[in-house]
């Protein structure tokens, strides 16, 4: 927890100084790594690979008409995102959702607009996240989500997670589709993949930070295979449920966890004392 200059402090219940004057707490700002969080976030993805497909072929208004429209409520998002002091479940995976749909049109609009070859877009997305990651550490000597608790690092923390979304998208079409290995089998190959990653950190001892990014990055392209295998038409190698269908039965199960910890508040990070300095 850090502290944000905000005017004269508030009195606790006892009529107390809850805290130092002049200044406000700010918590973090994300939830805590839980199985909910994974499942979450594996839905969003699948719901983000899903609904830009929805919106670029079924409601007509082109890769790029989608583009502004989800880039534009993607900043409303994130205005009420920082504009909050601590994690609120529906804020969060509201921009979260909407990210996920972001970051797959940046990557499909180099591939069909502007013709960057998969390869070529994969690897310009791992430098520039590799960028962003080195800087986030020298600037804040860490790369933990426990302590998004300052504009700076919470402004590290989205540009992230752009990006992994948009990694994960161009690296799981370049395996699926370029690669010709299918929905499926890229699906299982990328959650071996997380298996992997947490065998390596639960029995090896690997760290925690890195492995939590690493599995974030990775479930970015499990999502998308799942989402693509559940909606693509069955001649093409999917079950043919389509995007509209796909869409509605993921949103449907976030929202049903969202509300879920809404009330239950089962992945807030608890809150306890930290050193006092500005933001």
């Known amino acids: 927890m850090t502290y944000e200059k905000f005017g004269p402090s508030l009195p606790d219940a006892a009529g107390n100084e809850a805290y130092p004057s002049g200044f406000r707490p700010r918590w973090n700002k994300v939830p805590e790594v839980t199985a909910y969080f994974w499942i979450i976030k594996v839905l969003c993805t699948t719901v983000g690979e899903t609904a830009a497909d929805l ?120 395996l699926s589709e370029r690669m010709s290995l299918g929905y499926w089998l890229s699906a299982v190959l990328f959650a071996l993949a997380i298996a992997a ?40 190698g999917g079950l043919g449920l389509g995007t509209v269908m796909t869409s509605v039965l993921f949103l449907v199960v976030i929202l049903g966890l969202v509300v879920y910890l809404t009330v239950t508040r089962k992945d807030v990070t608890p809150k306890e004392p930290a050193a006092f300095h500005s933001d």
């Open 197 to 236: 990653v947490a065998i390596a950190r639960f029995a090896l001892g690997a760290n925690a930070v890195w492995s939590f990014w690493i599995a974030y990055i990775l479930t970015r392209p499990l999502g998308a295979s799942v989402g693509d295998y559940l909606c693509q038409p069955t001649g093409d």
């Open 55 to 174: 919106l670029n072929e079924k409601a007509g208004l082109g890769l790029t008409g989608v583009s502004f429209l989800m880039s534009a409520l993607l900043a409303v998002a994130l205005v009420v995102q920082f504009r909050t002091r601590s994690y609120q479940v529906g804020v969060y995976w509201l921009a979260v959702a909407l990210i996920s749909v972001v970051g797959t049109l940046i990557s499909d609009n180099l591939t069909d607009n502007r013709g960057v070859p998969l390869e070529t877009s994969t690897t310009v997305f791992a430098i520039v996240l590799a960028i962003v990651f080195a800087v986030w550490y020298r600037r804040e000597r860490t790369l933990s989500i426990h302590h998004i608790d300052s504009v700076g690092r919470e402004s590290f923390y989205w540009l992230a997670v752009l990006f992994t979304f948009a990694l994960g998208t161009a690296a799981g079409d370049l």
